[in-house]
């Protein structure tokens, strides 16, 4: 009766960071031979406002880059970047396929073309534009890990779109690559453990989610994740381990209190699993989930007891409060007509 609790696990990380130029970057400087002095000293003088935090006159500055030399990839690429800090992405997108036109052998201006369009897909509302963006990043990075085959954040947020694609075989060999480049990023791990996660491979992602663990203690999401993989194993007392460790790093959450209470109660320890659901509600009183949990906890108990009408009260209670929150559970609605006593002595 207790439903599968929701985890974190298909919330792989993205590294959104974008690769800004330090200082007066010329390695992109692709136009003429000579090099447009007027263009250089333009995205010069660009660079320095930018950095200085006058970006519309930074913006002018980079645009008179371009007019003296439309090849200038630097400059296209600095004008990207100054999208990005407004968050202006459609713009910075123009600017960036500018930049990896001119130079198609540029790292910086791929990476952050790819960061782009995975920022566009997070605030799609449209699923056709959603997948639309990831295969553009996913383009751009396949260009970018050619260009650098062994940088870390590259392979890692192309990992992540693939995953996000539902091709995981593809992400699980985009993740290793990342992990073959930064041995010692947890980050890394931890969507190694996601992956696995989602097609099945349980026992690959337990290891995934302890090497990770043991670079980065204090993870409380993938402690989630280890103690919900155990659980789909079956091996709910050792879930308990780390869902424990998740309330202590973050005693605000309900969401290891709920995967507690879940644990308990298959457990069949009902005063555990009601403590720890209550524990859960008081964090979060409008937690549908916890609220169905503990309702569950006590009809059982009432099943067990049959004499004990305080339970059952109880326990519907807490499904009727479940159901105020989220209406839209058919299942409990039928739980509470079939344990709601008929009255025996209706009025006429």
Request: with cysteine.
């Amino acid at each position: 009766m207790i439903r599968s609790m929701p985890t974190s696990k298909l919330l792989v990380i993205l590294r959104l960071t974008t690769v800004f130029a330090t200082g007066c970057d010329f390695s992109g400087l692709a136009g003429n031979v000579d090099g447009d002095a007027a263009a250089i000293n333009h995205y010069a003088k660009g660079q320095i406002l930018a950095e200085s935090g006058d970006l519309d006159a930074a913006l002018e500055e980079l645009l008179q880059a371009i007019r003296s030399d439309p090849e200038l990839s630097a400059a296209h690429s600095a004008i990207g970047d100054i999208h990005r800090k407004r968050g202006s992405h459609r713009l910075a997108v123009g600017a960036y396929q500018n930049a990896c036109r001119t130079n198609p052998y540029a790292f910086r201006p791929h990476y952050n073309l790819g960061v782009t369009y995975q920022a566009l897909a997070q605030a799609a509302e449209a699923i056709e534009n959603y997948t639309k963006y990831l295969k553009e990043a996913v383009n751009v990075y396949l260009r970018a890990v050619v260009i650098r085959e062994d940088d870390f954040d590259a392979n890692l947020n192309l990992s992540a779109c693939y995953f996000q694609l539902g091709k995981y075989d593809l992400a699980e060999e985009y993740c290793n690559a990342a992990i073959a480049s930064d041995p010692k990023s947890p980050q890394a791990y931890s969507n190694l453990g996601i992956i696995y996660d989602s097609h099945n491979q349980l026992y690959k992602a337990v290891r995934a989610y302890k090497d990770s663990l043991e670079l980065d203690t204090n993870q409380p999401k993938i402690l989630l994740n280890l103690g919900s993989t155990y659980m789909r194993q079956g091996l709910c007392k050792a879930a308990l381990s780390p869902f424990h460790l998740a309330a202590r790093q973050s005693p605000e959450d309900p969401a290891p209190f709920r995967q507690m209470g879940q644990a308990y109660y298959r457990l069949k320890q009902y005063d555990k699993a009601v403590k720890a659901y209550q524990q859960a509600i008081s964090l979060k009183p409008k937690d549908a989930t916890a609220l169905r949990g503990l309702g569950t906890v006590h009809i059982t108990q009432f099943v067990l007891a049959r004499d004990n009408a305080e339970l059952r009260d109880l326990g519907l209670a807490a499904w009727r409060q479940s159901l105020e929150i989220e209406p839209d559970q058919q299942d409990l609605i039928r739980l509470v007509t079939k344990y709601t006593p008929q009255d025996t002595n209706p009025e006429l």
